[in-house]
């Protein structure tokens, strides 16, 4: 069973408004995935991380979205200014290695 | 353009009975294929994987079969029982670790008692 840790649960926001989500990786895993799950099960890659630098982004995370994983601390994805499409369920994932990844709870965001 | 396919979007069988979900990919470069069970309310959680170096991995009840010259693999669930009742994903990466994992479209199945 999976440890990684997503925080929070569900996360209501209205349009404009900024959402934060919060992911803890499994312990002795370097390497954290975010991924978008829309009603449609259609999965988007977003941004990873090894240790505290993002190896990969896609662009749409440049503009509105940030993320960052600090040292001792977990790992975030922001929205500053939410919109309807944004309404999905984020995904957080790490991986020991890099290639086996292992998924949180999710947070389920709901763009008003 | 769907890099990773399931062919079936829902998929019954009864109890005891062998479920097989078929996969096709078109990126030659995958090279990593893990396959994931998602229940309503969870996040998908790893079933099974294999590399495009084997055509086939067992663990359990479940079995991946995977064709390399025909870009298509399959998994197969002996002896279904009504909890393995998921929606199953497909999904793909390449050969470099950290490469980002590309889903299929998922395959919803019931196992009826």
């Known amino acids: 069973n999976s440890k990684v840790i997503q925080t929070p649960r569900y996360l209501v926001k209205g349009q404009g408004q900024k959402a934060k989500m919060r992911c803890i990786p499994e312990?002795?895993?370097?390497?954290v995935f975010w991924y978008q799950q829309n009603k449609n099960n259609e999965f988007k890659f977003l941004i990873n991380?090894?240790?505290?630098?993002?190896?990969?982004q896609i662009d749409m995370t440049e503009k509105r979205f940030s993320a960052e994983c600090p040292s001792n601390s977990p790992c975030s994805l922001e929205i500053q200014s939410s919109e309807a499409g944004d309404s999905a369920l984020y995904l957080c994932?790490?991986?020991?290695?890099?290639?086996?990844?292992?998924f949180g709870p999710g947070t389920r965001l709901t763009v008003l | 353009q769907q890099q990773v396919r399931q062919s079936s979007q829902s998929l019954t069988v009864w109890e005891g009975e062998t479920a097989i979900l078929n996969c096709s990919y078109e990126?030659?470069?995958?090279?990593?294929f893990p396959w994931y069970q998602q229940f309503p309310g969870e996040g998908p959680a790893l079933l099974i994987a294999i590399r495009s170096v084997s055509d086939k991995k067992e663990d359990g009840r479940f079995t991946i079969f995977f064709n390399k010259r025909e870009k298509n693999l399959s998994l197969h669930i002996k002896d279904s029982q009504p909890g393995d009742s998921a929606t199953y994903f497909c999904a793909a990466s390449g050969n470099n670790a950290g490469a980002k994992l590309t889903f299929g479209g998922g395959t919803r199945l019931t196992v009826r008692p």
């Open positions: 994932a790490s991986s020991p290695s890099g290639y086996e990844q292992y």
């Open positions: 991380f090894q240790n505290q630098e993002v190896l990969q």
């Open positions: 990126n030659s470069a995958f090279d990593y």
């Open positions: 312990k002795g895993h370097p390497v």
